[in-house]
């Protein structure tokens, strides 16, 4: 028997990524998978991919399941987990909350940009923000990790090497991201229906995005100063990948490509491609990898592409990479598979 782990609200596009991995890292044994509204409903009977794989049944969340897990992951849309979770803390349960839920150290600014007020304040100066290129000894030692989002995941390694060595100036940062439709969830929405989305490209929110927070959150940690950003997502019509290209000034004397090479030089899941190359979302399709691709077009300016499938090191990946640090295990057990192609 592997270690017990537990997945709250796998239902949706996270959710069945998330148990995908899961199912097949040697380590773990998933032994509880809740859903009010599928209860009592096999998993496979909801995702025929996973015939075979699992004959678990969803099940109504229970307290006492989930605190006989050793970690839980919560796939839940934004402002459940944090009603949950402070039980499962004292019960001595490790918690992967892949929502927004405690991502944004301030309850004022989350309550400004989800609507609600937070359950659990207290918890978010707990919490740690898992993006383990950025703060991998304190997952290892922490019992709630925030997953990163996805967008928010794809700017952040296309800037934290620049900023950590003091490469940009920090203001007029511009991230203008691409995003496949699986990023909106599993929910039926007209915006996104295949006859919406087909042979069709358009930004959205360009007024503000829920993840430019957690950036601004994330960068000025790095900076120790404010960043100008400006963030604009757009959806394409493909299933699943992000596309960032991030812009940037140059500082005087800054050589970009010795910066990357050393900050990622041991990151397992960190690509830093050779010059003139054009990372495509292709290449990292249902894989933990981030690919990233340097451009200096002419002067002081800096092109960064940045490449992740958002729903594995945007999401279920990156959420089982916390886990394998929190588990005192090898980082790349049960996400080290190639990309699919085509």
Known sequence: MGIPVGVVGATGYTGVELLRLLL????????????RSEAGRPVPEIFPSLRGHTDLCYSNPDPAALAGCRVVFFATPNGTAMHQVPSLLEAGVKVIDLSADFRIRD?????????????????????????PELHRDRIAKSDLVANPGCYATAVALALLPLLRAGAIETHGVIADAKSGVS?????AELETLYGETSESFRAYKAGGHRHLPEM???LRDVAGVDIDLTFVPHLVPMVRGIHATVYATLTKGSDAREVFTRFYARE???????????????????TNVCRIALHAPG?????????????VKGAAGQAIQNLNLMLGLPETTG????????
């Open 24 to 35: 097949g890292h040697p380590e773990v044994d998933v032994a509880v998978v809740t859903s």
């Open 107 to 131: 309850a004022a600014v989350w309550k400004q940009w989800y609507g609600q007020e937070h359950a659990s304040p207290k918890l978010l100066a707990r919490a740690v923000y898992g993006l």
């Open 183 to 187: 990023g909106a969830g599993r929910k």
């Open 216 to 218: 601004r959150q994330t």
């Open 268 to 286: 397992p899941f960190v690509d830093v491609m050779p010059p003139g190359t054009h990372p495509d979302t292709r290449s990292v399709r249902g």
């Open 299 to 311: 002067g002081n300016r800096l092109v960064v592409l940045s490449v992740i499938d958002n729903l």
């Open 335 to 342: 996400i080290s598979a190639a990309a699919v192609v085509p």
